[in-house]
């Protein structure tokens, strides 16, 4: 296992390096000087010579690109000039609370999904599959970013059950009950399209793992149908529903952008519409790659964990 | 072609996202025509009206402009910039994925390379990028989203094309000196555009959602323009005070996306040919029982089938996979029904404990009785509890038939303690014991092994072992040997007559080949088109058949208990058990039939122990 991991680990380093460089490409199609397109209103003469110093931007683009992962790799991410203040540090600041929306909506999909995947498909036909179906298409057919304005109206406006926005009380908030009152519509509203879809992806995985032979083994030992159901065939049809959850796992990430717009969550989505529209664009290309880079691991733990599931991929 | 709509019709839901979709395309296909407000003039006078208000049936929105011709306006745009961005993908990313499926080699794995590092990105974080650098505004909002959806059709169409590049008529094209250019365009084109087309059409409302989605950040269209996206993000700022402004462009992109998701799932299923089939079908916990009577006999055996019938339901046509079987196998005795795939001795054998998959199969009538009791008629519960415990199977083909996620331990255990609520440690030392009695070497470590990380014969013996594990009275073996070569099978038969000379067992025992029936079985019953030709003592049988069919699959073994195992060479097929002709199902395949053998029902009969299903049988079974 350890072995398996480690592979997964090396094998990740051409994958991260291939984001730097996407991402480098991308950046480099900024028309105009470099220097001056990153400081933009503070590109004074100085400035850009200072900047032009320190990352390069007068040489040819592939030196400019190893100076630039040089940084990186050294913790060095630049400064953003908008905000005046490290790359890094800002990212990291807003990075926790984009984890605490992601992660949490992560496992809200995660668990919906798979549930109503199974019983989707262990009544395939019946009404809870008709109902599961018909929710699930709603699901993964509404924008999240309207899915949550509509939740601000009904839940915080006419109801005034939870918070419009924000993470925590401006006043006498702070605690984890505080966190969890704000969390709770935008993690949903950030889960539906996911959860929308790994439903409909387990319910298909069982399905099919439901007229294996070995599911007519364990019947004819008379195993009981809910433990056919929920060990037999669901740990077969993980095996095929990890990897949705891995993917989905990327679009929650990054459709955290929309949810943070909506619930004015301090996250690192709003952190970058904010950067790209005041075209700080060192805070941009920090951000994106360290973002991706999160999601590189995040996936080599799917890997990981597909692994331990499946004795059959280590061989 | 019209056979594909008359099914995406019959999906009532995909007709109605049809209709939906078809509709809003027309409205903003024709709303420059038609007699709207003016979009952009802004009157201050009159912000934020309602819904139903004069003039302005949706209200106005924050600057006063009529939301009615904004959302259709708004409407046109979204779909626009969708579709050409889902062109624009599939063109990209399909040339793409043609030249590096066509050429192959270094191209191909360079190329793919590339796609996989842009697939490693969260999409929309690239999208976002995309954006940065180019600059918010509509068309870089599509150029984004066109961007990261080419990954999706390169990968696919790269897929198709290196299947297709290897066939005969690329060749033939490359031989006659044809240009890769040509044969690109003439030859391959053709034949991957469908494929292209249905993954247009289910990314398009993807994409509608995406542009929408950064034009609500601020990063799509830029006022006065807008799309649904940006009426939706600029009317968030009054989403408390006026929600009616928010609501009619979030309704319209939820419509638009719902109907294409509606049509696109129909087009799927549309060309889903298991779908009809109904192989996608749940198998419920046992086989639907639908019969009108239950058939009254005295017990004859520890078990007795008599008169079942099992079909398959599929669509409206029925297959009669069991027809009219009654059999009966005693303490210590050993059955072996005998018959070519299709024959239907498989079904008769799952029919047993109800393990038929329903749907398609229902058994519709006759009773399977165990010691008695009638298992057709057993609550779930009741069958389950017999099920492995009284009556147990073994399967062909292990690797299949046990679970590959699970230890063979834990199958092992799993199947004791469905019955008994053994401790584990017991349980499993129970386990161990089983598997020392199929004579498998090093037990204990094989308890830890995965069923891949075994050999075939040694699997089988695991599938033996948790057959008996529970010391059940009858044991259907449906053709456990199949899989494996001579000298194993030989071990696994010789395994299963020891352990029912010892323990007593009745086994029904499927199998297509003479044979193994010969080296096992006391008594035999040969299927054919899902009824039982002929039957008696193994010995008489072998010595004498009585029907042309028995003598042909006889004949078929050139040595008995060795040598090659194969039906091949009965000339003909066996029919498809939908359509059965009348009289003697054999007669197409029979050199003896007559013109009487094609006429009426023909009766199982004969003087006891033996009976034959013919007209015209070989000698007369004495
Ligand atoms: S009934 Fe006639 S056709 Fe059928 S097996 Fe006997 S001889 Fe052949």
Redesign the pocket.
């Known amino acids: 296992m350890t072995g398996y991991i480690l592979r997964r680990l090396v094998s990740a380093i051409p994958v991260l390096l291939g984001i730097t460089v996407i991402v480098f490409l991308i950046m480099a199609m900024i028309p105009g000087d470099p220097a001056t397109a990153i400081l933009g209103s503070y590109a004074t003469p100085e400035n850009v010579a200072r900047i032009n110093a320190s990352l390069g931007l007068d040489k040819p683009l592939v030196q400019r690109y190893f100076i630039w992962l040089g940084h990186m790799l050294t913790g060095d991410f630049g400064r953003s000039y908008a905000l005046n203040r490290p790359v890094l540090d800002e990212i990291l600041d807003r990075f926790s609370a984009t984890m605490v929306l992601a992660g949490t909506s992560f496992v809200l999909c995660a668990i919906l999904g798979v549930l109503a995947g199974v019983v989707s498909a262990a009544r395939q036909y019946g009404w809870a599959d008709r109902a599961i179906t018909f929710v699930v298409l709603i699901g993964i057919s509404v924008p999240s970013f309207f899915l949550g304005m509509m939740m601000i109206l009904i839940f915080a406006v006419r109801l005034k059950w939870l918070p419009v926005s924000g993470m925590y009380a401006i006043y006498g908030g702070g605690d984890l009950a505080d966190l969890a009152r704000h969390l709770a519509m935008p993690a949903l509203a950030l889960a539906a399209v996911a959860t929308g879809v790994i439903a409909r992806m387990a319910r298909s995985a069982m399905l099919e793992v439901l007229r294996q032979d070995y599911i007519r083994t364990a019947r004819a030992k008379g195993v009981s149908e809910t433990r056919v159901v929920l060990r037999h065939a669901l740990k077969a049809a993980m095996v095929s529903i990890l990897p949705v959850l891995g993917l989905q796992a990327g679009f929650v990430l990054s459709g955290a952008v929309y949810i943070e717009m909506v619930f004015q969550w301090p996250g690192v989505g709003r952190m970058l519409v904010d950067a790209i529209l005041k075209r700080d664009i060192l805070l941009v290309q920090g951000g994106v790659v360290f973002v991706a880079a999160c999601y590189v691991v995040f996936n080599i733990a799917v890997d990981v964990v597909q692994g331990l599931l499946d004795p059959r991929i280590k061989a | 072609m019209s056979g594909f709509l008359k099914l995406l019709l019959r999906n009532r839901l995909a007709a109605l996202g049809g209709v939906v979709i078809t509709g809003i395309v027309a409205l903003a296909l024709v709303t420059p025509l038609l007699p709207l407000q003016p979009p952009d003039v802004t009157n201050t006078a009159e912000r934020f009206a309602r819904p139903f208000s004069p003039g302005h049936l949706l209200g106005t929105d924050n600057l006063g402009r009529d939301l009615l011709s904004r959302l259709l306006l708004g409407t046109r745009l979204s779909l626009a910039v969708g579709t050409v961005a889902a062109l624009g993908a599939a063109v990209t990313g399909s040339a793409i994925g043609i030249v590096a499926g066509y050429f192959g080699g270094r191209t191909d794995n360079v190329i793919m390379r590339l796609i996989d590092m842009l697939m490693a990105f969260p999409y929309i974080l690239l999208a976002l990028a995309i954006v940065a650098a180019l600059g918010p505004g509509l068309v870089n909002a599509l150029i984004a989203v066109a961007a990261v959806n080419v990954p999706f059709f390169a990968r696919n169409i790269r897929g198709l094309t290196v299947g297709l590049a290897g066939r005969e008529f690329i060749d033939a094209a490359r031989l006659s000196g044809l240009g890769h250019t040509r044969i690109i365009l003439s030859e391959l084109l053709p034949n991957v555009l469908p494929v292209i087309v249905i993954g247009i059409s289910t990314t398009v409302g993807w994409m509608i959602l995406e542009t929408a989605g950064l034009s609500f950040l601020g990063l799509g269209s830029q006022p006065p323009q807008a799309d649904l996206g940006s009426m939706l993000g600029e009317a968030r700022a009054a989403l408390i005070t006026a929600p009616h402004s928010s609501v009619v462009p979030g309704i319209m992109i939820f419509l638009i996306v719902m109907s294409i998701n509606l049509l696109g799932d129909g087009v799927r299923d549309a060309l889903d040919p298991r779908l009809k089939s109904g192989a996608l079908s749940r198998p419920r916990a046992a086989t639907r029982v639908a019969r009108e009577h239950v058939p009254e006999v005295p017990q004859q055996g520890v078990l007795d089938l008599q008169n079942l019938e099992t079909q398959f339901h599929v669509g409206r046509r029925v297959y009669r996979a069991v027809n009219d079987v009654s059999l009966h196998v005693k303490p210590g005795e050993c059955l072996g029904i005998i018959g070519e795939s299709g024959s239907g001795k498989s079904v008769t054998a799952l029919s047993v404990m109800g393990l038929v998959a329903s749907p398609p199969g229902v058994i519709t009538g006759g009773a399977v009785r165990h010691d008695g009791t009638d298992l057709l008629s057993l609550r779930p519960g009741d069958l389950r509890a017999r099920r492995g415990a009284k009556v147990a199977y073994i399967f062909q083909d292990p690797l299949a038939t046990l679970h590959p996620l699970f230890t063979i331990g834990d199958q092992l255990i799993e199947a004791i303690r469905s019955h008994r609520a053994l401790p584990k440690a017991q349980a499993r030392a129970r386990a161990l014991e089983m598997l020392e009695a199929v004579r498998i070497p090093n037990p204990e470590s094989r308890l830890e092994n995965y069923p891949h990380e075994m050999s075939g014969g040694m699997r089988q013996r695991v599938g033996i072992a948790m057959a008996m594990i529970n010391e059940p009275e009858v044991i259907i073996a449906d053709e456990p040997t199949t899989a494996l070569d001579v000298t194993v099978q030989a071990q696994i038969l010789s395994l299963l007559d020891e352990l029912r000379r010892e323990r007593g067992l009745a086994i029904l025992f499927i199998t297509h080949d003479f044979g193994v029936v010969a080296q096992l079985c006391d008594r035999v019953a040969v299927m054919y088109a899902g009824r039982i030709?002929e039957e008696g003592p193994t010995m008489q049988i072998l010595d004498a058949p009585a029907?042309?069919?028995t003598k042909r699959l006889i004949a078929c073994v050139p040595e008995l208990g060795g040598g090659r195992r194969t039906l091949a060479a009965i000339p003909g097929l066996p029919p498809v058990v939908d359509k059965l002709p009348e009289?003697?199902?054999?007669?197409p395949r029979?050199?003896?039939?007559?013109e009487?053998?094609?006429r009426g029902e023909?009766a199982l009969e004969g003087a006891a122990p033996r009976a034959v299903?013919?007209?015209?049988?070989e000698e007369a079974p004495t």
Do not use: D, N, S, T
């Open positions: 030709v029907h042309p069919y009289g003697c199902a054999f007669a029979c050199a003896k039939a007559q009487a053998c094609r023909i299903r013919c007209l015209f049988p």
